[in-house]
């Protein structure tokens, strides 16, 4: 049984970092894409970053490009999304997701391809509020 549980979430000044944790359980970890995912009331999600596990291609939206890192510890399951330079927009409910089938090539996880129709499992989402 796929799990992923989110942890992390918060609340900081504009300025500020926070790092979100997924840890994933019930299947081989490598050889999928995963990523974070944002959505504000009244809005669809969105893709923040994303990484092709195993093969550590990596991929942001352009929001965050140069703030965030998404990065996988193998060893412990686990993906992680680190924020810096916290903005008020980035105000959201964050959500952990992996892919509905593995994958071969890293590519396939760039966030054009891997959007919300191809996620098959999603953490509880955590909250991360940033203040002005």
């Known amino acids: 049984q796929v799990q992923l549980a989110e942890s992390g979430g918060g609340s900081v000044q504009a300025g500020g970092s926070l790092r979100l944790s997924c840890a994933a359980s019930?299947?081989?970890?490598?050889?999928?894409?995963m990523g974070w995912f944002r959505q504000l009331p009244g809005k669809e999600r969105e893709g923040v970053a994303s990484?092709?596990?195993?093969?550590?291609?990596?991929y942001y939206a352009d929001s965050v490009k140069g703030r965030f890192t998404i990065s996988e510890d193998n060893a412990k399951n686990t993906v992680y999304l680190q924020m810096n330079s916290l903005k008020p927009e980035d105000t959201a409910m964050y959500y952990c997701a992996r892919d509905r089938s593995p994958r071969t090539v890293g590519p396939s996880c760039s966030l054009q391809s891997y959007t919300t129709g191809r996620v098959g499992y999603w953490g509880q989402g955590t909250q991360v509020t940033v203040s002005s």
């Open positions: 019930g299947y081989t970890f490598s050889g999928y894409c």
């Open positions: 990484i092709y596990t195993g093969g550590r291609s990596i």
